[in-house]
């Protein structure tokens, strides 16, 4: 699976892109969040505030219970800034 | 259109190129320009603006086509800044041409709205205290639900 990061979590996590087997039994956004609070300090930091982070599956905005493939980019953000 | 930009823009220059590019059937021009705000009690030295490339031209793309879908608009353009920028400069430029000035003002503040609670940017602030990242306002997701 392709992962991105950005914005504090980018900053969190210390990377902005990385590649990473899904592990058997993550099949949602839901399970990849879990999985990836489990990595390390870092990750943990940047997901302890879970329910202002945003997912995106291969560049659409997707919901907690969206499906994830190993195939897929997944991608993790704040609430947006722009204008 | 949309266009990412990498480096300053003089939306004077965008408006001008906007206008002389509209169709014969176009009456009316709304522009938007935003401008990275200093001064004031923020003390702003700087703006980072950080984007998700492919997703926000994706989503502003689906912006626009909602904003065509909703009002009669000859073109639309929407420039959007990336990267540091200064107090003064530009971060985002909206323009839209319709037969009439109603159409075309609405459509220009919808694109705004949108852009601002809908699109992949995110805002890195510097002031003398240091960085500090951008919190999503609730008036601006007032603002862009206002369009729902």
Redesign the interface.
């Given at each position: 699976m392709r992962l991105r990061y950005f914005a504090w979590l980018r900053t969190r996590i210390g990377t902005s892109a990385e590649e990473l087997p899904l592990p058997a039994g993550v099949a949602t956004v839901a399970g990849v969040l879990d999985w990836l609070a489990g990595r390390g300090a870092g990750y943990a930091a940047a997901l302890d505030r879970r329910d202002v982070v945003r997912v995106a599956v291969n560049q659409e905005f997707a919901p907690l219970d969206h499906p994830v493939s190993d195939a897929d980019e997944v991608a993790l953000f704040p609430p947006v800034t722009g204008g | 259109m949309i266009r990412i930009a990498t480096a300053a823009f003089d939306s004077g220059r965008e408006l001008a190129e906007f206008i002389r590019l509209c169709p014969a059937s176009t009456g009316g021009i709304a522009s938007f320009t935003?401008l990275v705000r200093g001064g004031g009690t923020d003390g702003i030295t700087a703006l980072t603006?950080?984007?998700?490339p492919?997703?926000t031209e994706?989503r502003i793309a689906e912006i626009i086509e909602t904003a065509h879908a909703r009002w009669q608009l000859d073109s639309s353009l929407v420039i959007?800044r990336v990267g540091r920028m200064l107090p003064g400069e530009a971060?985002?430029f909206v323009a839209t041409a319709s037969a009439h000035r109603a159409a075309a003002l609405a459509a220009c503040e919808f694109l705004?709205d949108w852009?601002?609670?809908?699109?992949?940017?995110?805002?890195?602030e510097e002031t003398s205290a240091g960085e500090r990242?951008?919190?999503?306002r609730a008036a601006?997701d007032e603002a862009a639900a206002r369009w729902a």
């Open positions: - | 935003g603006l950080e984007h998700y492919g997703m994706r959007h971060i985002v705004i852009l601002k609670t809908k699109a992949p940017f995110w805002k890195l990242w951008v919190e999503p601006d």
